[in-house]
């Protein structure tokens, strides 16, 4: 049989989401007997874990994304296809696009991860954005620079207070990351910059529903993470729900906060997506998958990252970056398995620590009882970001970026664009 | 006296436009006895020189800005405010702006410069966007970058060929530059990371209605930027205007062709902010100053840059980054001479030559008669464009962005955000 036959009969296997999941598990199958279709609505892997850096203006957008098909350039059973994935025909065996075209499939990974959620507050988005994409970040990059700008031009002083309070509703790891660093600006970047203001006056809050920030990480970590965050400046406020936000602030509980700047890290909800499989989904529109991350009734769907629900050694596996490329590769592996009629084993998470950066010289690390904070947890986490950025480029600049940063506290993506 | 009282009773300058003839002026007025404050619509310097750069996605946005008030910060004299001019009051002395605020002065200067101009076509600005802001670069990176996207998805050939095909009005400098630069990124930066297109197939079109491109340098040079440009790969079209563009493409003189990505490079007009002055403009809408600067009949307003017209040594002055920065130092000069009742002198132009870069190795220079194009002119264009972009961090990741490139022929900032 000529090659071409060969490859027209070679099964196809489409993944929606050039995310972690995504993209490891294209990766994985570099050499496999398989076409790879790869659709996303972008056209570049975004590496998530620094976007807060993209929105508080110490990166630019290019310096933490990469072109898909330049990823997979050398992967020659891999297309790359931009497009916006509607809905899953489990019936027609294909994905149905926005433009109206659709995709067939033999196999379907959904890789489309999550987005953040109001908790049915959906008025609350327009005022308080959330941070899960490249134009999130741009955005929320926008509202804070402009928030100092229009301060410094106000007149009335109750205004200018409002503007220059910044409130962050969610203690988990973006709201510590945005809070910190925030504070880092109004103390340091801005200083000497202002006529009419004085930065460091600006208030910093981090609102948190439950009685801790990081709840993941031990009880003694999250405490210590809440001290740093106050040495920077932040004032953490915990035990109490928002129950309002407009455009003139946030409400906590009873009390009413006049800020102009809001910013949304409380929730997040998996990609709609998942509702067109017609399958039971849990509370956060997540899938629950089979122990080989496959979906019930449907062997040849599978889901990975933060769109699936699933159990490794009795415990739920985080929606962490780590957690979504073992997903990634290990649906890699289902397939392969499958195509040479072998039985798919159970995935099972490895889980190598929790980290979380809070600002200037303060993290906290937790790597299965090794606990440590501060600057030891600050250089730790840079080391394993910087390692984790994708291509030569990325890690070069960035650390250029974050090492001129660190001398003279300066940010370089200070640059409004748009609107 | 106390200082404060001196202080107060300092004359106050206005300057709108915070480009190279604004900041220029701002910054030669580091220790003079007057208050300055420095309006734009933007928070940044932009280095408009390297903005095709950010356009063709081998820089991002920024990589060639700063912010105003980040580069003034030392400057106890400056304030810098971020707002958006409307008019000129001369009666009452003042600036209005959009936001219905508005800002006295004793002196004024305007140097709001020049934005593209469609001939009376306005309805082609959504079909052919220009180049004169970052958001115009960032709109026109999104277009170029999705044209090649939406091709490899498109399964009709006659579709996907008017996705290929890119039509650049307009042959002057940001003309060339943008066509140069498609060419190489269509022949060797896309290279094998499409399956259903190919890249090199892309058709590059300049159009330029004069009979050569880059008219203002001699013939000579003209032509051998025109064969370095060919050799790239573009085909130039002279001799013809054009005259019609629509979603489909763009018509030249009697022919039609299908071109989905048009780009406008042809026509500039000065900011509109002068016309609210009252005084004769030209027909590109620039002010016909004295011979220093100020305006006639307004001896304390000036203008600087693309938005002055005026001529030294008999020649109008061009509208270039180097005259524009200085004219911006000459009005502080005329500013200081006014201030002690000194006499001020007539501008003078001091022209030091004329560059113009095509794309990979590929340049002309024009130096007072000493002549000379490719390689020898790229990497003269190169230090001179380093060397003058603002601030050390900018200049050292340009240069290893540049580098990468000219080694690997990458463009790293191939990133598609917004809409």
């Known amino acids: ?29 570099a050499d496999a007997p398989v076409r790879v279709t790869l659709l996303d609505r972008g056209n570049h892997h975004l590496f998530q874990p620094l976007l807060y850096q993209v929105a508080t203006a110490g990166l630019s ?26 809905r899953v025909d489990t019936a027609g065996q294909c994905v149905r696009l926005a433009n109206g075209a659709s995709i067939g499939y033999d196999y379907l990974l959904l890789a489309t991860g999550a987005n953040h959620a109001y908790f049915g507050h959906d008025e609350w988005a327009v005022h308080a954005p959330g941070l899960k994409t490249l134009d999130d970040a741009l955005l929320i990059r926008r509202r804070l620079l402009s928030a100092f700008e229009r301060a410094e031009a106000e007149t009335d002083t109750a205004a200018q207070r409002a503007l220059l309070s910044f409130a962050i509703v969610g203690g988990g790891p973006t709201g510590v990351e945005l809070a910190g660093t925030l504070a880092e600006i109004a103390r340091h970047t801005l200083r000497r910059e202002f006529r009419n203001i004085d930065p460091r006056r600006a208030r910093v809050l981090l609102i948190e529903a439950g009685p801790r920030i990081l709840s993941t990480f031990p009880e003694s970590l999250s405490q210590r993470a809440q001290r740093q965050l106050e040495r920077l400046g932040v004032s953490v406020h915990t035990g109490q729900p928002v129950t309002a936000i407009d455009a003139e602030g946030v409400t906590v509980g009873e009390t009413s906060i006049a800020a102009r700047t809001v910013l949304w890290a409380a929730g997040v909800a998996a990609s709609p997506l998942a509702q067109s499989l017609g399958v039971p989904l849990d509370r956060a529109g997540r899938v629950a998958v089979d122990p080989d991350l496959s979906v019930p ?4 769907i599978f889901v990975a990252g933060d769109l699936a629900s699933v159990h490794s050694d009795g415990k739920p596996v985080p929606g962490v970056a780590p957690a979504a490329k073992q997903m990634g590769k290990h649906v890699a592996r289902a397939i392969r398995a499958r195509l040479s009629d072998r039985a798919a084993t159970p995935f099972r998470y490895r889980d190598f620590g929790n980290l979380a950066t809070i600002g200037r010289r303060a993290a906290i690390v937790d790597l299965h009882g090794l606990r440590f904070s501060g600057f030891p947890a600050w250089a730790f986490w840079l080391a394993a970001h910087i ?33």
Request: proline fraction near 4%; glycine fraction near 12%; aromatic fraction near 10%.
């Open 1 to 29: 049989m000529p090659a071409a036959a060969i490859r027209g009969k070679r099964q196809h296997l489409l993944i929606v989401g050039g995310g972690f999941g995504g993209l490891w598990a294209a990766r994985a199958l």
């Open 61 to 86: 957008a290019p310096d933490i994304a990469a072109p898909l098909r330049h990823i997979l350039r050398g992967q020659q059973n891999v297309t790359v296809l931009m497009g916006e994935a509607e």
């Open 297 to 300: 009734g449907h062997p040849r």
């Open 387 to 419: 390692f984790f950025l994708i291509g030569f480029r990325n890690r070069a600049v960035v650390l250029l970026d974050w090492a001129v940063a660190y001398w003279t506290y300066q940010r370089n993506a200070r640059i409004i664009v748009g609107r």
